[in-house]
């Protein structure tokens, strides 16, 4: 079975950045979509980013693109969101999923996520 992990989030100076990673177990990694989304308090879990199996397509929910770039290292199993120019709204718990169509997730479970604070 696929497991992911969460890391890198942090507390971050609006208009600072951070860099993100997704850590996956299992094989095939570099056989399905990836994505990025985020929970912020009081409110639904919310897509941000996709990157295609190569990593050659990607996409963004408009309220993150240009400020925030997703990546894959296949070779380590492992997808990046580098967030700059971070936003005070940007402050939520970051999940990672595989995709199975477009932008809907494909685990059942989420795992932690990591934790993002922007302050103003």
């Known amino acids: 079975q696929v497991q992911l992990v969460e890391s890198g989030g942090g507390l971050v100076q609006a208009g600072g950045s951070l860099r993100l990673s997704c850590a996956a177990s299992g094989r095939a990694f570099n056989s399905y979509n990836m994505g990025w989304f985020r929970q912020a308090p009081g409110k639904e879990r919310k897509f941000v980013a996709r990157?295609?199996?190569?990593?050659?397509?990607?996409s963004y929910a408009d309220s993150v693109k240009g400020r925030f770039t997703i990546s894959r290292d296949n070779a380590k199993n492992t997808v990046y969101l580098q967030m700059n120019s971070l936003k005070p709204d940007d402050t939520a718990v970051y999940y990672c999923n595989l995709l199975s169509a477009d932008t809907t997730p494909f685990l059942g479970s989420w795992g932690q996520g990591t934790q993002v604070t922007v302050s103003s």
């Open positions: 990157i295609s199996p190569s990593g050659g397509s990607t």
